[in-house]
């Protein structure tokens, strides 16, 4: 038996922000990172709170790739405030971070279990209605995602004004996670119909408005498309999971601190090749292996169908590979510059061990061995 649940109440469109003015809660403990506070985007929540009354709490000591000691730091804050509800607001290192703050304080504490809001200023990770959290042990260079239903958020509030400053390079990272958690989840051999047909959605809005939301941080509309698509697809993992691209991109962003979404870009097209058993040397055979099936469907959304299998698998590769160039996303490891060679590979071993044990590698398509992920990432070179 499966089952599909969405637990998040989901508020979006123009003036979705508004909803906070609604909020039934006395006293909030707002988590968010530095640059929001700095860079002006904490006074579009703060004001509406200010607005009704509520008052709050800003805990902004959130960075990228939150490690363990910000969730024991961040566990100490909200016991001491002790808030009706949490508020994140960020990317998805500050919903990660909030929702296992909550978590942990949970188990300290187990009578503190407030509601959780979160409020996007990325479209990428969809981080605000998964159970995922993914904290980093800086000492062992390892990513560790965790997943537990009590982590999902209660609300999420999607509103475009949230990401219109947000510069190119980030739009396009982030942009290219949610195509690769939309792909991935499509194909992971926990999908089914309802996750299909979100992956189906997101990926069609990727192929029509990413590179336009690249191109202009002012066209409003493509933004809020980008800000839904990531929503969607955000849904679709959380219900079917992922594979063996986030499996390896989570070590990618540990070892050497690549942007998430970057690395997730940059293994796409190697990762589509290897479970396809399609590469550019491939002829048409008579079966395929059933994951072929769906790339193929995922290239006919994205308007790059072709011929037959092989040539739709390489219309779809290089079309993911058109989408990095124009988006000035690296097609290599060596091309993101601050790599040595030798030290890359000499971490290949490691991270192939660790992305096997990955918990996204379970549910890849095509079950891989260690040599494999380390031809992967010698190619990726």
């Avoid at 096997?356 to 010698?378: C, F, Q, S």
């Amino acid at each position: 038996m499966k089952n599909f649940e969405v637990k998040t109440k989901i508020y979006f469109g123009q003036n979705a922000l508004d909803r906070l003015k609604d909020l039934k809660y006395k006293k909030v403990t707002i988590i968010t990172d530095p640059f929001v506070v700095t860079g002006g985007l904490i006074s579009q929540i703060t004001s509406r709170l200010d607005e009704v009354g509520t008052h709050y709490e800003i805990y902004d000591d959130v960075i990228p790739d939150p490690p363990v000691e910000k969730v024991i730091a961040g566990v100490t804050a909200v016991l001491k405030n002790e808030p009706e509800c949490i508020v994140a607001v960020g990317g998805g290192s500050a919903m990660d971070l909030s929702k296992s703050i909550r978590k942990f304080a949970n188990h300290i504490d187990p009578t503190f279990n407030p509601p959780l809001v979160a409020i996007p200023t990325t479209s990428g990770t969809g981080s605000e209605v998964t159970p995922f959290s993914v904290i980093t042990d800086p000492q062992a260079g390892t990513k560790y995602p965790l997943a537990s239903d009590d982590m999902v958020p209660d609300e999420a509030i999607l509103d475009e004004e949230l990401v219109k400053s947000v510069p190119p390079s980030i739009t396009a990272d982030t942009g290219m996670d949610v195509l690769t958690h939309a792909i991935e989840a499509y194909v992971s051999t926990n999908n089914n119909e309802f996750s299909a047909a979100l992956a189906e959605k997101a990926v069609e809005i990727c192929g029509q408005f990413l590179i336009r939301s690249y191109n202009d941080h002012n066209d409003t509309h493509a933004r809020r498309k980008m800000h839904i698509a990531s929503c969607l697809a955000g849904l679709a993992f959380s219900s079917a999971s992922l594979g063996l691209n986030h499996g390896m991109a989570h070590q990618l962003g540990a070892q050497f601190h690549i942007p998430h979404g970057r690395a997730n870009a940059i293994l796409l097209p190697h990762i589509i090749e290897y479970n396809s058993h399609i590469t550019i040397n491939s002829r048409s055979r008579k079966e395929y292996a059933p994951c072929v099936h769906k790339y193929c469907n995922m290239a006919r959304i994205l308007g790059v169908n072709n011929l037959n299998e092989i040539t739709t698998i390489h219309a779809l590769i290089s079309f993911i590979r058109f989408m990095c160039t124009e988006m000035n996303i690296p097609l290599s490891i060596s091309e993101i510059g601050g790599i040595s060679e030798n030290e890359y590979k000499s971490r290949i071993s490691a991270m192939a061990d660790a992305a096997l044990r990955d918990g996204t590698t379970a549910t890849n398509p095509r079950t891989p061995t260690k040599e494999e992920i380390m031809r992967i990432y010698h190619n990726l070179w």
